[in-house]
């Protein structure tokens, strides 16, 4: 019942924020669209989204030229702290077009997870509350640029004009810290229903090694008996298998659904990653009130960022670790019915036919070069693997030493 109620409670501050009007329905365990008035609600929120964006993004980067003391890499940290707040025209309106596809899949996936008779692990719940606190570094990343000593918003200036606007670059930081928030929430939505779903496969691994225990025991001989066990196993299997083909349709689905979205992250966080680096080096190298906690807390704000984007990647990762233990245990099945199989007619044949199928489909989904065999998830441009991951935190320390050599050179 507990992750039923964090599920309404998501929901709720979904709601609450704009960002979708989906409600979970605790009696019926389905999610339902709500209708007038939340939908005028998320309306109205959004198209404010969208009139104060301009608007803030000036007040939060206008004092670029009249601060005094701001030197080019406090400027460019600033102003980087700001890319993410440009994506949430996609994310609105990625989530807004496809709010029914986005209904019926998250049905589709909780009548799945009932099918079940195992109620989902601590593992699972763990894994979500991680990666929310992981989540909570954007905040403190996109805090510490905006309001710390060298921002741009708080630049000393004389003008009286700037002094006025205090109040408004006050409330156009609370308008990004939102922005930020709409953000993490698809995120942490994606990586939930990833979660649910590599629970799903490890549940119907088990379903499979109860499968291969039953037919263990079969009578070695054909008969009555073993084709009536035979029988109950090809059902079993049949059904268990077009929950598996319903499922991989559903992650690809989610996948396609947000692929924009997790593009522009991984993109912004690239430069965010970046920016906060070069700016930890900055810091310890040049600044002349350093202060080795403002230096850890650099540090730690960074690598907590970098884990969480890892974090979520790293679900894809453990997604096709669970498929290769799903294509095991099938193998492992097909084996044992093929080597008790004697007739080309019998229940024990169709059942091994119908697993070669399957391993077929799960060779093919499980490639180990996707540029061959079929597209890659985001765009076409790059894998949602661990690789991915390893390739840009290369690239980032690459670009950082490239940034550090020219600043030396620059500033000696």
Request: proline residues 2%; hydrophobic residues 50%; positive net charge.
């Amino acid at each position: 019942m507990n992750q039923y109620f964090f599920l309404h409670t998501y929901f709720q501050v979904s709601r609450l924020i704009g960002l979708c009007n989906l409600h979970y329905d605790f009696s019926n365990h389905r999610f339902i669209l709500n209708h007038v008035p939340t939908v005028a609600y998320c309306v109205v929120v959004n198209v404010v989204y969208l009139l104060i964006l301009p608007f803030a993004l000036f007040l939060l980067t206008g004092n670029i030229y009249d601060c005094p003391d701001a030197g080019m890499f406090g400027v460019v940290y600033n102003v980087v702290a700001l890319t993410k707040l440009l994506t949430m025209l996609f994310l609105m309106s990625s989530v807004w077009i496809q709010r029914r596809r986005l209904h019926k899949l998250g049905n589709d996936l909780i009548k799945m997870v009932h099918k079940f008779r195992f109620n989902l692990g601590n593992d699972c719940r763990n894994r979500c509350l991680c990666k929310a606190l992981l989540t909570s570094s954007r905040f403190l990343l996109l805090t510490q640029q905006l309001v710390t000593r060298d921002s741009v918003v708080n630049c000393e200036s004389n003008s009286s004009l700037r002094r006025a606007m205090v109040p408004y670059q006050r409330a156009a930081i609370v308008y990004a810290l939102i922005m930020i928030l709409l953000m993490s929430y698809v995120d942490l939505t994606v990586y939930m229903v990833e979660v649910a779903g590599n629970w799903l496969l490890v549940n119907m691994s088990q379903v499979v090694r109860e499968m291969v225990q039953d037919l263990e025991v079969l009578p070695e001989r054909n008969g009555i008996p073993r084709e009536m066990g035979l029988m109950q196993i090809l059902a079993a299997w049949q059904k268990l298998w077009r929950r598996c083909r319903r499922l991989d349709a559903l992650l690809k689905q989610i996948v396609d659904i947000f692929q924009w979205q997790l593009l522009f992250n991984l993109l912004t966080t690239y430069i965010f990653s970046i920016a906060v680096l070069f700016r930890l080096w900055i810091y310890l190298e040049f600044d002349k009130n350093f202060h080795l906690w403002k230096g850890i807390l650099y540090a730690v704000i960074f690598l907590t960022h970098h884990v969480e984007i890892t974090m979520q990647f790293s679900i894809f990762e453990i997604n096709r670790s669970k498929w290769l233990g799903l294509l095991e245990g099938v193998g492992n099945l097909w084996d044992i019915n093929y080597s008790g199989s004697q007739c080309n007619k019998s229940r024990g044949m169709i059942l091994s036919r119908k697993l070669e199928f399957s391993l077929f489909y799960m060779n093919r989904k499980l490639q180990l070069n996707p540029k061959r065999v079929r597209r890659l998830h985001i765009v076409g441009l790059f894998d949602l693997s661990n690789l991915t991951v390893h390739n840009m935190t290369r690239s980032i320390i690459t670009n950082v030493l490239v940034l550090c050599q020219i600043a030396y050179k620059i500033y000696g």
